[in-house]
């Protein structure tokens, strides 16, 4: 049955993505793009996935489809007509779409007990976390403390993609003419005409922050973990801003504020790798922080998922302020 | 006592799945932007409600149960705002409702 | 039990993704997302359920709430360009 739905899902894929390459009207792609990151997470899902499956909810129907409005709302909204070359691209892509293609057969068949990932690498983890770490959710064990450095590459990677957005999209460009703020996206009026929508709203919002946190700390036992968290934590933000105006959501949590929350979150991480390293392990060797090894893994996992939580709320919510706060053309 | 749960769960489950595919079915097939509007949230609200108590019935108390409250209140809340949100937003773009007679043209606030 | 559910949720939502790629307004398209994920939440569900793995449904409420982020993100963006094209038209007129 899994299997008859996830081949309807794929197929829904195909029709999506020729759908977003066929339209010219930008705002209909950012839409079906939307759907398309819907349909890849209850995939994922389908495919035993969780945490991906979360993540890939959260942070591509959701956040990725708001910053493409806020985006969209400050530049045109058709496609500009192509111009030469068009030949030369359709070459490129379907000689390196034949190569994947041919490629793939030489790949293992999905769930094949004899393929080389099933046979080295996961039978360890799976055998051993129940021993080093003993948490219930395997990802997060491999995530956070098998591979951990991976990890806090990563955490630096949307700390780079916070500053790199800063930096371009930061400041308002020296002659532009003001605008009023009621024009810009989440500006000064916000969603303030409709009644409904925002008492409803003011309603939820304690409650997805509390639901935030829940995912923060139940990622050892369930699908979640720091990137969901922030993800959500983030679009509660995004939803007080939406409904009270940019300058609003600015006064309870400043730019100020932000930075620090995005530079912090990766210190955090790194800061407990030192102080493994101080205590006599090795760096990010969890084992060390108590004086009971598994008790040290979950402190450390605990610490680190926060600071990854830390930064990707701080990286979102920058983001989206940068493209509010910007004026039109 | 299972037995009755079952049924009523099963009875839901039905009714439930009826109810949303006869709101896209009206999604589609409606001739007016508003008529849709009606048969998609409408539609959307109750069928939901419906599965979602279905599984509750079929989770008995545990924390599956509480969760999918949680999903079923929040639905309860979010759905037919989103509804009132989306048809407030094309009211006042100046989509107006197509009439079967048509009247003169009532004032935008 | 669950396969008709089932079955009655993916044809919905092909009928909703045929509104999102005919629909000649915005509105029809957004109605069409909005659609879109009520019936991805509920299709989670489930299948959480029929797959035996009642962990799942976090992804379930998740999907929830930014489905309702996404829709009123929308409504703010039309906004925002109504306002816009007022503004315009009235310094060319």
Known sequence: MTLFIVIFLLTMLVIIALAIVQTTNLFAAAMLA???????????????????????????????????????????????????????????????????????????RLGDPAAPAHLHVAPWYIEKTPEYIHVPNVVTAVLASFRGYDTL???????????????????????????????????????????????????????????????????????????QAGVIVAASIVLYALLEGEQQAR???????????????????????VACLLLGGNFLDYSVLSSDPVHGQHLGILVIEAGVGITVTGVLISIFHSFAARGSK | MAMIVDVLSWVLLTVGGFFVLVGGIGALRMPDLYTRMHAASVTDSLGAMLIL??????????????????????????????ANALASAALLAGINPGLATPSRQEPRS | MYYAVIIAILATMVLALARALLGPTVYDRVLAVNMLGTKTVLLIAVVAFFMERPDFLDLALTYALINFIGVLAVLEFFRVRAQRRQAEQKKGS
């Open chain 1, 34 to 108: 939307g759907i398309f990151s819907l349909t890849s997470a209850m995939i994922f899902f389908l495919l035993d996935a969780p945490d991906v499956a979360l993540t890939e909810a959260a942070v591509g129907a959701g956040i990725s489809t708001v910053l493409f409005l806020g985006a969209l709302a400050l530049t045109a909204e058709h496609e500009r007509a192509a111009t030469a070359g068009r030949l030369a691209a359709l070459a490129v892509v379907v000689t390196i779409a034949a190569g994947l293609f041919y490629t793939s057969f030489d790949m293992p």
């Open chain 1, 153 to 227: 590459g990563e955490t630096f990677v949307v700390f780079t993609a916070g500053i790199g957005v800063l930096f371009l999209l930061g400041q308002a460009p020296v002659g532009q003419p003001k605008i009023s703020p009621a024009m810009t996206f989440a500006g000064k009026a916000g969603l303030r005409h409709y009644q409904i929508p925002r008492v409803v709203g003011r309603l939820l919002i304690p409650f997805i922050l509390l639901f935030a946190l829940y995912v923060q700390f139940h990622g050892d036992y369930g699908p979640g973990g720091g990137f």
């Open chain 1, 251 to 273: 006064r309870i949590l400043s730019s100020g504020m932000l930075k620090v929350l995005a530079a912090a979150g990766p210190l955090v991480y790194g800061f407990t790798g």
């Open chain 2, 53 to 82: 108590v279905a599984l509750i019935l079929q989770a008995g108390f545990t924390l599956a149960a509480v969760k999918l409250a949680a999903t079923l209140i929040f639905l309860l809340f979010t759905s037919p705002t989103a």
